[in-house]
């Protein structure tokens, strides 16, 4: 059974830190490209970041460059979203997300989310 669980969220001060981690079971983690998508209250789910499974190379959205990282560990299966310098605007739910393709089917799994509320 595929399931992606995502912790670390939490309330914190602006130019705080967390840390998000996305713990995967049932599929091939190393297979897969991962990502970190968030959703505001009222907006649409947004790319943060993302790494792929070959060479690890990262993708970030431009409002989290130089803010946000992000890694994966392979021999864990996990993925993680170390986020710096936090802003109001970084608040939303945070969801991880594992995708491939393989011949012509697509492969598509979502965690359930973690809130990120930046508030003082």
């Known amino acids: 059974q595929v399931q992606l669980v995502e912790s670390g969220g939490g309330l914190v001060q602006p130019g705080g830190s967390l840390t998000l981690s996305c713990a995967t079971f049932?599929?091939?983690?190393?297979?897969?490209?991962m990502s970190w998508y968030r959703q505001a209250p009222d907006k649409e789910r947004e790319l943060v970041a993302a790494?792929?499974?070959?060479?690890?190379?990262?993708n970030y959205a431009n409002s989290v460059k130089g803010r946000f990282t992000i890694s994966r560990d392979n021999a864990k299966n996990t993925v993680y979203l170390q986020m710096n310098t936090l802003k109001p605007e970084d608040t939303g739910v945070y969801y991880c997300?594992?995708?491939?393709?393989?011949?012509?089917?697509?492969?598509?799994?979502w965690g359930q989310g973690t809130q990120v509320t930046v508030s003082s």
């Open positions: 049932g599929f091939t983690f190393s297979t897969y490209a």
């Open positions: 997300n594992a995708y491939r393709t393989y011949m012509t089917r697509k492969y598509d799994y």
């Open positions: 790494i792929t499974s070959s060479d690890g190379s990262t």
